[in-house]
């Protein structure tokens, strides 16, 4: 209870918005992917090739649960698709303030084009996976939230203030 929780798509700016918030406010950061796979001693790649995305989606929903018994006033930084599944959004709230960093289709491409750790974009045209994905999941990400803050074409220290002004 009382965490600051960052959602929102890959490549939003979760993992470095959550590192230096927590300097900020003097709290630990739990990012959800690291701790599943600490658990599972494998990288979230390696987890969809062997298992797909039902299993991880389950460890994720396990991994939520885990935190709502164990985790006060900390900042938690959560995969892009948790808040997807009902049950988790109901933890996510349980759980703390949710902020929903909400980037641009493009801003996400520009980011993540070269990138091969998330196994929901390889493969041909990144930027039409994204942008689909993208008009899928906001509404849940919107629902989930009790703060939006827009990342594109701001600087971390925008974005750092912004939130912080917003948290209870
Ligand atoms: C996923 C996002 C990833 C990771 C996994 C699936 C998704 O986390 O949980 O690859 O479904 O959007 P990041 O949002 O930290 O990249």
Known sequence: MGNVILIGFMGCGK?????????????????TDKEIEKEEQ????????????AYFRDRET??????????????ISVGGGLPVREENRRLLRKLGQVFYLCARGETIYGRLKDDTTRPLLQGDDPLT?????????????????????SVDDKSFEQILDEIEKNVK
């Open 15 to 31: 993992t470095t918005v959550g590192l230096k918030l927590s300097y900020r406010l003097w709290r630990t950061v739990i990012d």
């Open 42 to 53: 494998r990288t979230i790649s390696d987890i969809f090739a062997a298992e797909g995305e």
């Open 62 to 75: 396990a991994c939520l649960r885990k935190l709502i018994e164990s985790t006060n006033n900390q900042i």
């Open 129 to 149: 996976k994204i942008e689909t994905l993208l008009k899928e999941r906001d509404p849940y990400y919107r629902e989930a939230a009790d703060v939006v803050v």
